[in-house]
T-cell receptor, first 118, second 111 residues
């Protein structure tokens, strides 16, 4: 596709519900990243995939957060038993970079999913 | 603790003004610094800087990195209302490919 796409664009959940957020990266991009952006703040790293391998999940705030990318393309970020502090914009980014190959390639971001937990 | 700090937090100017946005960082094994523009949706890439003292320029925007003093600036000349956005600075460091962002500078350009 032309760019990174994410769905849904907006999600309202009641506290305690599970949600699943989808990211379609740019075709052929090896690396995929998830970030969480709270209102008025910069994005914060959650997790990183290279192809289907989750190489870094150090930013996931709790074990309620789970991400997968089973075929090395589309990724899903799942949040179980949502809480109000999970309300944020969840950004997905992809790049053609592979780990350890330098830092020349920038990350391209999707429009984000705005999650509101009531 | 590794960190990226942007200043000012927000800025209001009039069309035609020149602005300078600042980004300072304290990280181990710095690799690159990136600037993004974020309007109401996806951050869009502006510049990537890896070497000190080399200015990157795109139209009215330019940026430079000082690896000795650990900061970067983003300049916008002859500002237009379409420049209104949040400008994000991010750093890559160590062996990872993730970006560590600053809090952003919110720029508003009034007609």
């Amino acid at each position: 596709g032309a760019g990174v796409s994410q769905s849904p664009r907006y999600k309202v959940a009641k506290r305690g519900q599970d949600v699943a957020l989808r990211c379609d990266p740019i075709s052929g991009h090896v690396s995929l990243f998830w970030y969480q952006q709270a209102l008025g703040q910069g994005p914060e790293f959650l997790t990183y995939f290279q192809n289907e391998a989750q190489l870094d999940k150090s930013g996931l705030p709790s074990d309620r957060f789970f991400a997968e990318r089973p075929e090395g393309s589309v990724s899903t970020l799942k949040i179980q038993r949502t809480q109000q502090e999970d309300s944020a914009v969840y950004l997905c980014a992809s790049s053609s970079m592979e780990r350890g190959r330098g830092s020349r390639n920038e990350q391209f971001f999707g429009p984000g999913t705005r999650l509101t937990v009531l | 603790e590794d960190k990226v700090v942007q200043s000012p937090l927000s800025l209001v100017v009039h069309e035609g003004d020149t602005v300078t946005l600042n980004c300072s960082y304290e990280v181990t094994n710095f690799r690159s610094l990136l600037w993004y523009k974020q309007e109401k949706k996806a951050p869009t890439f502006l510049f990537m800087l890896t070497s000190s003292g080399i200015e990157k320029k795109s139209g009215r925007l330019s940026s430079i990195l000082d690896k000795k003093e650990l900061f970067s600036i983003l300049n916008i000349t002859a500002t237009q209302t379409g420049d209104s956005a949040v400008y994000l600075c991010a750093v890559k460091y160590n062996a990872g490919n993730m970006l560590t962002f600053g809090g952003g500078t919110r720029l508003m350009v009034k007609p």
